[in-house]
């Protein structure tokens, strides 16, 4: 049985092709258009799902589209309905836009499908699932468990902003949701507006900042106290009732009603790229760790209504690794399973495994020998010995062809080692927002400037932002308090006590970047100014040659770890193709790229002479 499954219309467009059940090709439109979570219709990520799958259209047995269209057009006109006469403008702007992609949007389905290849409507099904049944299937079902509870928590899908499920089998029963407009990923991207990031980008980036907040401080708990005694309102079972009078985003065109916000918390909204002040910080470690109690109340009540000891995460707020570690740490659930592409893009897998097993009804089969049915999350294109030398052709590039891979690894071992920066890229290319070892650029952790350099130099955004380390699976205690596997970098743990420097007594009042570069431990680079690090658990099974790279590191300078970071500039979608990375190369500070067997050096390559403004191309996300 075949089966694509399409996210599409809102943000980060994603196709997803299975066969049988099994997961064969998923890719985001973004990689392939070069536009940073762009919402069109997934045409090159169908094509390549499709030629990857050896199918066409005409083949499948169904197309899923992740979410009810009429369900969220309901949705929307009930809420102005509600709201109104507030936001009158916002609705009459929007009403064009809704009745096309919302109310039409099985005939715009069509026109585009038609675009790649006509076929007989009749012979394919088109089906429309609900958008946290899609989040909750893509969690569930590549998981490795027979039973599980389910969360979801996102934005909001067509009413639903979160979910509990409990999967067992191949069934998916939803127990309890949260309806819009309440929601704790609404909640968290206000104050990702307010703080000065992007919304539906940036949430990573309050994330990132919170740890500059003051623990525990008078500042942090009136900031909390506040937020709780005005803005929300948290229950026990962690559902949240939202201060309507305070947000913006039911009816207007803004998230919050800025200068209400002003009169709360003392200051106005933060304006892109402007200097962070501890206010700022402190503010954003006040909603992160409100952030964190919900969702461990949500946990606790899931395990009391399922009664299951695993859990299983989906939806953008499960990219919160921060609350990821903290929910581990809780020891509510044995065992946790987050879906890799937890956002919108994941949707896509979601609607394409929940029709295999709830419409179709056929049955679900676990490999007991697999930590999980994804792959390691690697299903997007791979290139060819071929592919890398036409592009090294067309650019007139210089580079060394290793005929023994095992040498090769050796070399790039030892350049990091010498302090360069490598770009990474081997195999098929990761699917979800983050590096994993297919398209990453690579530092040494135990270098105090690599953090600055590859923030400044090659990544060109905000100082303040971490890095995250890859680490040997089986050394993974050796560096860090992580017990268990942590393949898809979205679990934040404790650097090991006995790798930290003690901090001084005045750090709590030192300003902002004089923490930063406070050496906190012996790999200063991937250690995060609270000890702690985003890590990535590399294994042998998954990605072979990341594996024996690292193992290389290890072998010449005694750590098996390395830093790793996405394989892009600030703005740009991870790289796709060869051409992608080479790009990268020559319009960064970086030193050497490796693409499959072969080594490019930055000194020996022609002077660049694009003129694509890519700085002007790629803004601040």
């Known amino acids: 049985m075949k089966i694509l499954g399409i996210s599409a219309f809102y943000h980060d467009s994603a196709a997803a092709y299975i066969e049988n059940g099994e997961i064969i090709a998923a890719a985001q439109e973004e990689r392939f258009t070069r536009k940073k979570h762009d919402p069109a219709f997934p045409t090159n990520a169908v094509n390549f799902c499709l030629q990857y799958g050896g199918v066409k259209l005409s083949d499948l047995d169904a197309i899923v589209f992740y979410d009810k269209p009429l369900l969220k057009m309901e949705r929307l006109l009930e809420t102005y309905y509600a709201f109104s006469p507030r936001g009158i403008r916002s609705f009459l702007t929007a009403i064009p836009v809704w009745l096309k992609e919302k109310m039409f949007l099985k005939r715009m389905l069509y026109e585009e499908l038609f675009e790649i290849e006509k076929f007989d409507k009749k012979k394919v099904k088109l089906l429309f699932p609900e958008h946290h049944l899609s989040h909750a299937a893509s969690a569930f079902y590549p998981s490795p468990f027979e039973d599980a509870a389910i969360m979801t928590l996102d934005g909001v899908g067509e009413w639903a902003t979160a979910s509990i499920c409990h999967g067992k089998g191949k069934d998916i029963s939803i127990l309890k949701e949260l309806k819009f407009p309440h929601s704790l990923g609404l909640l968290y991207s206000a104050f990702t507006y307010f703080l000065g990031f992007k919304v539906n980008s940036g949430e990573y980036k309050l994330m990132g900042l919170a740890p500059y907040g003051r623990h525990g401080s008078k500042e942090v708990e009136d900031y909390k106290k506040i937020i709780k005694d005005v803005l929300v309102d948290v229950k026990p079972d962690g559902s949240i009732w939202l201060n309507q009078d305070y947000f913006n985003y039911a009816a207007g065109l803004k998230m919050v009603f800025d200068d209400k916000w002003e009169q709360l918390f003392g200051f106005p909204v933060r304006k892109s790229e402007t200097m962070l002040d501890q206010k700022h910080c402190d503010l954003g470690l006040a909603i992160q760790e409100i952030t964190e109690d919900i969702v461990i109340l949500m ?275 991870i790289v796709c193709t060869p051409e992608d990375a080479y790009k990268c190369l020559m319009r960064t500070e970086m030193d050497y790229l490796v693409v499959g067997d072969f080594l490019f050096e930055k000194t020996k390559q022609p002077t660049w002479t694009e003129t694509d403004n890519w700085k002007e191309e790629f803004v601040l996300d």
Not at 358 to 378: H, L, T, V, W
Not at 436 to 464: A, H, T, V
Not at 496 to 510: D, F, I, T, V, W
Request: proline share 5%; glycine share 8%.
């Open 299 to 573: 946990a606790e009540e899931a395990r009391k209504i399922t009664g299951s000891k695993n859990l299983v995460l989906a939806g953008g707020v499960a990219l919160n690794c921060v609350a990821n570690g903290k929910l581990q740490n809780s020891g509510v659930f044995k065992n946790i399973f987050i879906q890799p592409a937890a956002g919108d893009a994941g949707g896509a897998l979601g609607a394409a495994l929940a029709a295999y097993h709830i419409y179709f009804n056929q049955p679900r089969e676990i490999d007991k020998e697999k930590a999980d049915a994804m792959f390691g999350s690697y299903l997007g294109p791979e290139y060819s010995d071929l592919d890398v030398k036409l592009m090294a052709k067309k650019y007139d590039a210089s580079y060394t062809h290793y005929r023994d891979f095992s040498e090769l690894s050796k070399e790039t071992a030892r350049l990091l080692s010498e302090a360069n920066v490598v770009g990474w890229f081997q195999g098929r290319m990761e699917f979800g927002p983050r590096a994993l070892g297919g398209r990453s650029i690579l530092g040494d952790p135990r270098n105090p400037e690599m953090q600055k350099k590859l923030n400044l130099k090659i990544k060109y955004r905000e100082g303040f932002r971490p890095f995250a380390p890859s680490v040997l699976a089986e050394d993974v205690e050796e560096y860090f308090e992580c017990k268990t596997e942590s393949p898809y970098m979205l679990l934040v743990h404790g650097v090991q006590p006995g790798r930290r420097n003690a901090m001084p007594s005045n750090y709590e009042e030192l300003p902002m970047m004089d923490k930063l570069y406070f050496l906190r431990s012996d790999l200063p680079s991937i250690t995060h100014i609270d000890y702690s690090a985003r890590i990535q658990t590399v294994h042998q099974e998954t990605n072979p040659r990341y594996h024996e790279m690292i193992g290389d590191f290890k072998k010449l300078t005694g750590v098996g770890v390395v830093v790793n970071t996405s394989f892009n500039v600030r703005g740009e979608p």
